[in-house]
């Protein structure tokens, strides 16, 4: 892997590509690429992934320099004929080309001259605070830490090791964040539960005192809302990926290694299980319980309980395929209408033909 003269950024050979991902080569091995673009957008000097037979009809009109492609399409007949072919496409180039050919950069460990870190915060001596930070009183920043420009860090928090927060984030005191999480900018974590009581005075605020807590290796994307408890804890465990534009209520519990996907709205003191996967715009009113496994499809108002490995769908949320079945019949409304009001009109017809003594016997 070199850059070539008057170029930018690293490259990589097919041959090179081939070792690092456990693929082989068909073709030249010697090709050289620079970048991994989808098939319509790809040049000269890029590997055009092909991961999916859809997307076959853009080979004749692909300008890559090579294909990146699975065992079961590499003998398509169009597009370039040097070629990258792998098992899984998906997997080879996000674990292995993208690394190489977009390193991160090296990062300046320090804390910068803007930043305000309260005398009394612990701070590991690698970590990276960027310009405007604040960081309260009694929070703990552990080793490699990084914190993007105009973060807010309340007072009382611990950051695990390794963990990266972008630009504009909030975390408000005494939450807590565990290793290698990644927060993107400008979520807020640990932010006041909607929790008021009627009285006689209006809405009365009901304190919000619980905790905030996001478990290790959790990424959470741009733009999302994370309730603190209101007595207990709201928590995110291990591994989970939470998609931009997520709201989690207080005391909601999400399970290890699940998906949420975009615009997803969980109410308060709902549980899910492990491995749970929530499609688009879900949402879930509160005190629900979703069992490990489950799937919820996009855009579904679940109102009940969800069982262990159960698919649901619709609003309300159902059974996936019942779902399916009644929308099919929903669809066949338009005819069955025309066809009930021919039948009203032959039925009019008749009623007005019958003689009247007829009809008073």
């Known amino acids: 892997m070199t850059a070539l003269p008057g170029k930018r950024g690293p ?30 957008d790809a040049g000269p000097d ?46 080879g180039r996000s674990r292995r080309c993208l690394p190489i050919l977009h390193p991160a950069p090296e990062e ?25 930070v604040v960081v309260g009183a009694d929070t703990v920043l552990g080793s490699k830490v990084r914190i993007g420009a105009n973060s807010v860090i309340g007072a009382g928090v611990e950051i695990g090791a390794e963990t990266v927060l972008f630009p504009n984030v909030t975390v408000y005191a005494n939450s807590r964040l565990g290793r290698r999480v990644i927060v993107h900018a400008g979520t807020r974590i640990g932010v006041d539960g909607f929790g ?19 478990e290790d290796d959790v990424e959470i994307g741009a733009n999302c809302t994370i309730d603190r408890g209101s007595i207990g804890n709201t928590r995110i465990g291990a591994g989970s990926k939470l998609d931009n534009l997520v709201h989690l209520a207080h005391n909601v519990v999400i399970g290890r290694a699940s998906l949420v ?37 996009a855009q579904a108002g679940v109102i009940g309980n969800v069982k262990p490995g159960q698919v649901v769908s619709g ?15 929903l669809m066949h409304l338009p005819d069955i209408a025309k066809r009930v009001a021919r039948l009203e009109r032959r039925l009019a017809v008749l009623d007005a033909e019958r003689p009247r003594g007829d009809a008073d016997s």
């Open 11 to 40: 490259e990589l050979t097919l041959s090179a590509a081939a070792e690092a991902t456990g693929g082989r080569v068909l073709g030249r091995g010697g090709t050289i690429f620079r970048r991994v673009s989808p098939i319509h």
């Open 46 to 91: 890029d590997l055009a992934l092909l991961a999916d037979r859809r997307y076959a009809a853009d080979l004749p009109t692909c300008g890559a320099g090579a294909l990146l492609v699975s065992e079961a399409l590499c003998h398509l007949d169009e597009g370039p004929t040097d070629r990258l072919v792998v098992a899984d496409p998906r997997t």
């Open 108 to 132: 300046e460990w320090g804390v910068h001259p803007s930043a305000v870190v309260h005398p009394a915060a612990s701070v590991a001596e690698d970590v990276s605070v960027g310009a405007n």
């Open 196 to 214: 008021y009581v009627q009285t006689d005075e209006g809405h009365t605020k009901v304190p919000q005192v619980g905790g905030c807590l996001i």
């Open 261 to 297: 996907v975009a615009q997803v709205g969980v109410a308060g003191s709902t549980r899910t299980g492990d491995g749970v996967v929530m499609g688009g715009q879900a949402g879930l009113v509160g005190h629900l319980k979703i069992g490990a496994g489950a799937k919820i499809g």
């Open 315 to 329: 609003y309300p949320a159902r059974d996936h395929r019942t779902y399916l079945k009644a929308m099919a019949r």
